[in-house]
């Protein structure tokens, strides 16, 4: 199945409906070798952008990208690479977003990822203690500078977002061009509802995270945590105690049930879920994580459930998961 190509947001950058990142897996997971094949894996069936991060595995997930991308010899042209500034050490100048770190950022992860401008770059999440006019001055000197491409935010609200780019019209900067939220099944409100003004108002582009809810759209988790999966890496027990929660339990229980839709289209469900998140035009691309390269390729092949998503499919989908965002009384 050929990649699609979609805007993100009102920008002309074109980013495969398919992305791969790096949390948890690089380093953890997944080593230099692995990384080269999951690269080479994704960018032949037309994936074009590596999501990144200084958090990830404290720069390392930066550094194992950066060896892969230099093995790998993709021309500078045919991809984009990202990363995302707010957590990058201890110190109180190692964090946030002041003008001190998003330019410490940018040029440290332009250095482990060993490329002379980022493509998209990130504030990681909103920072309470930074003016936003500090941080939109700061990412604005970056694109200016062309050391940064597109700027955008992750996980800010959507008045936060709207607030950063007026501001960032009325100094004659470039405005935050795209959000990164978490979008999956289980997981609506912002990018369906919360955000509705901005696509319309500021072209706002969304390049989702967790689209299987760390796996747990798979299915891999109903019948407890297997040994090599995310949920049992002793870092990770935060996430293992928010599915065996009550919420979580409940959300097993969909899952299940989502299960037996999946088998009528005689598919697997962690497709389904990428499918149901590529449904959305407000989704300028799905970034996948995987720790085996069987995993990347099943769910790389789920563009070719896209059309298969029928209103009957999409309506028996919604029935189970009982959690579609009301619109705001506005919109
Ligand atoms: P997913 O929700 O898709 O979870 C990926 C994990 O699920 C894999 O590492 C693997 O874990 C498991 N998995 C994936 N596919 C399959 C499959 N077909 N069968 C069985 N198990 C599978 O995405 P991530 O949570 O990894 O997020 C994707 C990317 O989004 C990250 O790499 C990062 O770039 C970005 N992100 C951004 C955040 C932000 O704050 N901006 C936050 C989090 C992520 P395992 O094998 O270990 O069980």
């Known amino acids: 199945m050929d990649m699609e190509y979609r805007r993100l947001g009102r920008s002309g950058l074109k980013v495969s409906a398919f992305s791969l990142g790096s949390w948890v897996t ?7 070798s692995l990384a080269v094949e999951c ?3 994704a960018y032949d069936a037309g994936v074009n952008f590596f999501d990144n991060a200084e958090a990830y595995a404290q720069g390392r997930s930066e550094e194992i990208m950066g060896r892969a991308l230099k093995k790998l010899g993709f021309p500078r042209d045919s991809y984009c690479v990202s990363s995302k500034v707010f957590w990058g050490g201890d110190l109180p100048t190692q964090r946030g977003l002041s003008r001190k770190h998003v330019h410490d950022a940018c040029h440290a992860a332009m250095r482990r990822l060993d490329v002379d401008y980022l493509d998209l770059f990130f504030c990681h999440r909103p920072d309470h203690e930074t003016p936003i006019e500090e941080t939109v001055r700061a990412m604005g000197d970056l ?12 996980e800010w609200s959507a008045d936060q977002i709207a607030r950063a780019h007026g501001i960032a019209i009325s100094l004659g900067v470039d405005p935050p061009t795209m959000e990164q939220p978490q979008y999956n099944m289980l997981h609506r409100e912002r990018v369906e509802r919360e955000y509705l003004q901005l696509y319309d108002d500021i072209g706002l582009g969304t390049t989702i995270w967790s ?3 760390s796996g747990i759209l798979t299915g891999k988790y109903n019948q407890g945590v297997p040994d090599d999966s995310r949920l049992a890496l002793p870092d990770y027990q935060w996430l293992r105690d928010q599915v065996l929660d009550e919420k979580g339990r409940e959300n097993l229980e969909k899952v299940g049930r989502l299960q037996r839709v999946a088998e009528e289209l005689d598919t697997s469900l962690a497709k389904l879920a990428l499918a149901w998140c590529l449904r959305s035009t407000r989704v300028s691309t799905v970034i996948l994580g995987a720790s085996k390269v069987d995993q990347l390729r099943e769910n790389l092949d789920a563009l070719e459930l896209l059309p298969r998503l029928s209103t009957e499919v999409l309506e028996s989908i919604e029935t189970i998961l009982d959690n579609t965002p009301e619109p705001p009384a506005t919109y």
Not at 144 to 154: H, I
């Open 39 to 41: 690269m080479k894996v």
């Open 26 to 32: 690089f380093h953890y997971q997944v080593d230099d």
């Open 211 to 213: 689209p299987l809810a």
């Open 143 to 154: 694109v200016r500078q062309g050391k940064v491409l597109y700027w955008g935010t992750s």
